[in-house]
């Protein structure tokens, strides 16, 4: 008989892999034992065969290669569930029992299940069944489980988190001293990939050694752990770890994200383009993007355009709506310096000591929050129907929205404090691009890109007509 051996190991927390070895030696020496011709020997090292898992068994997939080529008469694992657990899987390899040589599968106790007779493949069907039920029955225990120590608010295992120590319940003071840095850069309004690369060139690193990546900084800052929270299946536990900052303080990070269109956790680089997320077609109300080319002489051009679809493909603007990038850009920034040339502007940006309705804010935030998850208790106990949970949520959720632009604004107007303290006009050509950015959001909502000819007029020696640039202005 021509046999193929297959090991596999669910689990490897080691990473050497001892278990498939002992399966390898066991299976070589039943086959020494039964005079058979060893053809292979294939392992899977910590992957499921259940149901659940979604990482694929490569060599499982070099076994069944073997079966169709016909090199195999048997199939020889320790015990059945190294093999199977899907029931799918094993109907596939009756089929092939149908059309090439392989006629059993076999453990090394001695049980064979033979794919040609009935009664073979009712009892390998049995043995799947049996090995179906006990993945189920593992995987509700480890469900009950994780549930439960997410009730008791303790740590769920698994890898270090940044800013406490290997046991996920002490914290570690230099970590979370950096997380505190993040933190009050974030609120200032400093972008998350600039102090990831600050970070960086510090040589400050990640939990296991590596650099810092703008996603998974923002990932950590908007983190539940560190305010001390559980969080299990989208519920929210008191956790028993203690927090390296507050609710309020994570909240104000968001508020600053939300307000600069900034996605937590999407990866950025750094800017080339001064008006994006400013900047908006007159023609479809759509943002326009930076979307250089390559001119006939050899020079690249920058400039902005509608986009004509998003990152996932579908439709979003026009398309058809360009304009070049630095006549616009110096144009906004003229209008911008403009205004600040003006005492009005200091005086209606001003808002120092607004730290107390700041706090007062979120306090409401959280309550609307806290107020939203009541609403799905409330309804799942029968104490409100759909359409008083539709009533509800939708109030709720506007008050929710209102705190959140207040808070906004208000954030707005403390970043004011960080102007440079000589005179704006002086000081901009030797600012940098993000500064400038944060500059013409306190006084800029977008810049309206109308249609038309640029090159009808000029502004400054620049092909631009300045009647169709219009900007929204905040202030």
Not at 10 to 27: A, F, K, P, V, Y
Not at 45 to 63: F, H
Not at 379 to 393: E, V
Not at 447 to 474: A, C, D, M, Y
Request: with cysteine.
């Amino acid at each position: 008989m021509d046999v193929d051996i297959y090991a596999r190991l669910s689990r490897d927390r080691s990473g050497l892999s001892e278990n498939t070895t002992i399966q390898r030696e066991e299976c070589k020496q039943y086959v020494c034992e039964q005079g058979w011709n060893l053809i292979g020997i294939h392992e899977d090292n910590d992957i499921s065969a259940s149901k659940y898992s979604t990482k694929a068994r490569p060599g499982y997939e070099k076994l069944v290669e073997d079966i169709r080529n016909n090199r195999v008469d048997v199939v020889l694992v320790t015990e059945m569930p190294r093999l199977y657990r899907r029931m799918e899987e094993l109907l596939d390899l009756i089929r092939l029992a149908e059309s090439t040589s392989l006629q059993r599968i076999e453990t090394t106790d001695g049980v064979g299940y033979h794919l040609g007779t009935g009664e073979g493949i009712h009892a390998a069907v049995a043995a799947i069944n049996n090995a179906m039920l006990e993945s189920r029955k593992i995987s509700d225990r480890v469900k009950r489980k994780q549930r439960a120590r997410a009730q008791q608010g303790l740590h769920n295992g698994g890898s270090r988190r940044y800013g406490y120590e290997w046991d996920g319940m002490t914290i570690c003071e230099p970590e979370a001293a950096v997380i505190r840095e993040c933190i009050e850069r974030s609120i200032n309004g400093e972008m998350a990939w600039r102090i990831a690369r600050d970070l960086n060139e510090r040589g400050v690193p990640t939990t296991y050694g590596k650099k810092w990546v703008t996603a998974n900084l923002q990932r950590m800052l908007l983190s539940p752990r560190i305010i001390g929270v559980r969080r299990h299946l989208g519920v929210d536990y008191p956790a028993q770890w203690p927090a390296i900052t507050t609710p309020e303080v994570q909240e104000r990070i968001r508020i600053v994200w939300r307000s600069r269109q900034q996605t937590p956790g999407r990866p950025r680089g750094a800017r080339t383009y001064l008006l994006t997320g400013f900047a908006y077609c007159g023609r479809c109300d759509q943002p326009m993007r930076g979307n250089g080319r390559t001119l006939a002489s050899g020079a690249y051009q920058r400039r902005y355009r509608c986009s004509p679809i998003d990152i996932h493909g579908e439709s979003l603007g026009c398309g058809h709506m360009f304009r070049a990038a630095e006549p616009l850009e110096q144009f906004v920034s003229e209008a911008v310096l403009y205004r600040f040339d003006s005492p009005e502007i200091a005086l209606a940006l001003a808002g120092p000591g607004q730290e107390g309705e700041i706090a007062k804010i979120v306090t409401e935030i959280e309550f609307c929050r806290q107020k939203l998850n009541d609403y799905v208790d409330d309804y799942a106990s029968g104490l409100l129907d759909r359409t008083q949970l539709a009533r509800a949520k939708a109030r709720t959720e506007s008050e929710l929205d209102e705190h959140q632009d207040r808070l906004s604004s208000l954030q707005r107007l403390q970043n004011a404090s960080r102007l440079p303290n000589e005179p704006l006009r002086d000081a901009w050509n030797e600012m940098e691009l993000e500064s400038k950015r944060e500059v013409i959001q306190l006084v800029v909502e977008r810049v309206i890109v109308h249609p038309g000819l640029p090159g009808v007029k000029t502004w400054e020696s620049f092909r631009l007509n300045p009647e169709q640039i219009e900007i929204v202005w905040r202030v």
